[in-house]
């Protein structure tokens, strides 16, 4: 569904370049659900803008849905649905009208475009919104709305940029059920972009991560989790004095890594915390070390990035521009732009 190689973008900030995407080979099979995760700055938001053609790659090669994103944009957007940050629908128009719209700017005609209006607002249970306005609607109900939007042509492919932000927790579980309902009965594929983790770790069938404009890792969350992050163990000792000759003896557990100290406390990364914990207490009681307590906690996608960059993936990044998008002609074509 999406084949990208050596995909790059460069742009002039102030008569400088700056390159915010360097080489991106991506591969995503039909009906998957991918997590495309990064911190500010990192690449996410322009990847997506060259991958629904609203930006023109500066090299490299992508076809999305079978289309070229830069010979037939016109192709792709036809067969894709997009869902970015910001509200799509208008403010003086019924929430109907604005589907029934959506569908003839795709080529459906009137019937054909009231019928799938009326099946996405049943699907979304915006069938009692149908008649109000969008600017009277609540954060859920507009981003609910927004999903219509991407949907009312039945796209194969579906981009979600970050569509829970900014909602309560109550109305990010209804907007993620409806988006699951959505892949199981009619096998879309799902390409997003998050920034709560938990959503990515518990709901994606793969995680891709970007940072600097490059891919660093891709694969299941339990499998980078695993191999990249692994389980920490926190030990709390009685004697501070203690401390140095725990870590020594954290140090010298097979596979075990990333040992920190605090005044009492011992934390350590190993690849299976169930497994290390009662080796480490034993080795520490016969060494005379006195534990207090100990817990165990399964690593995160943010511990993931942080093994691989020494820093949090929630972290701001200072050092990618967040690049505007490029306005399209209503016919597909990109607008020209000043290249880099």
């Known amino acids: 569904m999406i084949r990208a190689r050596g995909l790059t973008r460069r742009f002039m900030i102030k008569k400088e370049a700056v390159d915010a995407v360097r080489g991106i080979d991506l591969d995503v099979e039909a009906g998957r659900l991918v997590a495309f995760l990064g911190p500010n700055g990192a690449g996410k938001s322009t990847t997506l803008r060259m991958l629904t053609s609203l930006l023109p790659p500066t090299s490299g090669t992508a076809t999305v849905a079978g289309h070229d994103v830069v010979s037939d944009p016109a192709g792709v957007r036809a067969r894709i649905g997009y869902v970015g940050q910001k509200n799509g629908a208008g403010e003086n128009f019924r929430v109907r009208d604005e589907l029934v719209t959506q569908g003839r700017c795709y080529g459906l005609n009137r019937r054909e475009a009231g019928r799938r209006a009326d099946e996405v607002l049943d699907r ?9 306005k969008p600017g009277t609607l609540s954060g859920g109900q507009r981003r609910r ?11 194969a492919l ?10 309560d927790p109550q109305s990010r579980a209804n907007i993620w059920d409806h988006i699951l309902r959505l892949r199981e009965d009619h096998g879309t594929t799902l390409f997003l972009t998050t920034h709560y983790l938990e959503e990515a770790d518990s709901m994606a069938e793969r995680v891709v991560i970007i940072d600097h404009g ?3 890792a891709d694969g299941t969350a339990e499998r980078l989790k695993g191999d990249l992050a692994g389980d920490r163990i926190t030990v709390t000792l009685h004697d501070g004095s203690q401390t140095v000759r725990a870590a020594e003896i954290a140090e010298r557990i097979a596979g075990a890594g990333a040992v920190t100290t ?10 299976r915390a169930d497994v ?3 080796e480490y207490l034993r080795s520490l009681e016969a060494s005379g070390v006195k534990a207090a307590a100990a817990e165990t906690s399964r690593p995160t996608l943010d ?12 972290e701001g990044d200072e050092t990618g521009p967040d690049v505007p998008a490029v306005p399209a002609a209503p016919d597909g074509r990109n607008v020209p732009e000043t290249p880099a």
């Open 158 to 167: 579906l981009f979600l940029d970050e569509p829970s932000t900014g909602l």
């Open 262 to 271: 605090g005044d009492t406390t011992v934390w350590l990364r190993v690849p």
């Open 303 to 314: 511990d993931v990035f942080l093994a691989l960059t020494g820093r949090s993936l929630r």
């Open 214 to 216: 490059r891919i660093i």
């Open 145 to 155: 709305l927004d999903i219509a939007l991407g949907l009312v042509h039945r796209p």
């Open 124 to 132: 979304l249970e915006l069938g009692s919104l149908a008649d109000r």
């Open 276 to 278: 290390t914990l009662p």
